[in-house]
């Protein structure tokens, strides 16, 4: 029971929870939403995973708590070797966080490669899209950039590409379902008929880019 106790303390610690040792002697609900966030990771890492899956697991923090969690889960992967998939909507963590991204649309990859190459020239036109749509991107005071429709039903996808319906490259060959293609020299894969040329492209965005 010492030992188990020891290593409890010593993972709560890893996160970078202060007093430990109180902590371990804790409710749930004497903890702030920070706490139980790092509390949780503590128990994944205390597993010694050789991967780490986390799921949106700074939604609803403050960005203080969010940089926080980051900042560890990031240590503590350096130190032990773990690897980290981290799901999330926000691009801002993706940019400070991760070396290779994947952009998923109705379940399916459809853009993949390092961070930098894809938020900075992004090739498939939903990626394009979604960085548009980020505030920063926009002229303050201008309506904010959308993409057009809705998110089709995963149960009713539209016929071949399941994003033709809302994008403005959209060519016949959409109604075919893509395959993965790795266009020359742009160093990522794509599923799409209709990519945007990397070439010239400029979509950096403040606090946002990789590069």
Not at 13 to 30: H, I, N, T
Not at 131 to 147: D, F, M, Y
Request: aromatic share 4%; net charge negative; proline share 9%.
């Amino acid at each position: 029971a010492t030992e188990k106790r020891q290593r409890i303390v010593a993972a709560l610690a890893d996160v970078g929870l202060p007093d430990p040792e109180l902590l371990y002697d804790s409710y749930p609900f004497r903890l702030s939403g920070g706490q139980r966030q790092r509390v949780m990771i503590a128990c994944a890492m205390a597993l010694e995973p050789r991967l780490l899956i986390a799921d949106e697991p700074t939604t609803a923090l403050d960005v203080t708590i969010q940089a926080q969690i980051l900042h560890e889960v990031q240590k503590l992967c350096q130190e032990t070797g773990t690897a980290l998939i981290w799901i999330t909507h926000d691009l801002s963590v993706i940019a400070g966080l991760a070396d290779d991204v994947a952009v998923m649309y109705a379940g399916r990859i459809v853009e993949y490669g390092e961070v930098d190459n894809v938020l900075d020239r992004p090739m498939h036109p939903y990626t394009f899209g979604l960085i548009g749509s980020v505030p920063s991107r926009n002229r303050r005071g201008a309506p904010l950039h959308q993409i057009p429709g809705m998110t089709p039903s995963l149960l009713n996808l539209p016929r071949g590409c399941a994003f033709r319906t809302r994008c403005p490259q959209a060519v016949d060959l959409c109604g075919t379902a893509p395959e993965v293609s790795e266009p020359r020299g742009s160093g990522r894969l794509i599923r799409c008929h209709s990519p945007m040329s990397p070439a010239g492209l400029t979509t950096e965005l403040p606090g946002i880019s990789a590069s």
